[in-house]
């Protein structure tokens, strides 16, 4: 009988002796790989949500508050995160100052009768609004896949002024 082997029953068992102990790393669970920090990136694709204006507003918050948790971590994942949170809050930004802007206008529209004639100025904001969300859900796409490939995102996050 090897060292490592117990008898279960037969002559050679004894109760209370159960032979030396196995040594903890046959019984060890392979590692998990590291977080890269998509998730992040990733939480973006709120944006998809159906709520004009107000959708690119949450997903920032979204994307902020998961990026806090992720940069914790340190590392690739944790630079993934930073510049995720930094994306996030240009764009919440952004798109809380169109909202602003948009119904501003339109205050403003209410008292002056005249100055909605066409589709501009209030078409302007909502134009803005639609580029925001496209160029936002095309750099949490490919900032996403870059952090889930190799780990890490590279200029990963100034914000939506400098991608």
């Given at each position: 009988m090897g060292e490592f082997e117990r008898p279960v029953v037969g002559p050679d068992f004894r109760p209370g002796d159960e032979g030396p102990a196995r040594p903890q790393a046959l019984h060890h669970k392979p590692a998990s790989p590291a977080p890269a920090g998509a998730l992040t990136w990733f939480l973006g694709m709120i944006a998809f949500i159906g709520l004009p204006f107000v959708n690119l507003i949450i997903t920032g918050v979204v994307m902020i508050a998961v990026g806090v948790g992720q940069r914790r971590m340190g590392g690739p994942?944790?630079?993934?995160?930073?510049?995720?949170?930094?994306?996030?809050?240009?764009?919440?930004?952004?798109?809380?100052?169109?909202?602003?802007?948009?119904?501003?206008?339109?205050?403003?529209?209410?008292?002056?009768?005249?100055?909605?004639?066409?589709?501009?100025?209030?078409?302007?904001?909502?134009?803005?609004?639609?580029?925001?969300?496209?160029?936002?859900?095309?750099v949490c796409i490919v900032q996403g896949v870059r952090a889930s490939g190799s780990g890490a995102v590279a200029g990963a996050g100034p914000g939506p002024g400098g991608f």
């Open positions: 994942a944790g630079r993934s995160a930073a510049g995720a949170m930094r994306w996030g809050i240009g764009v919440a930004t952004t798109s809380a100052a169109l909202l602003v802007g948009f119904f501003g206008v339109l205050s403003a529209a209410s008292s002056a009768p005249g100055l909605l004639k066409g589709f501009f100025p209030l078409g302007s904001f909502l134009v803005a609004w639609v580029l925001l969300t496209l160029v936002h859900l095309i």
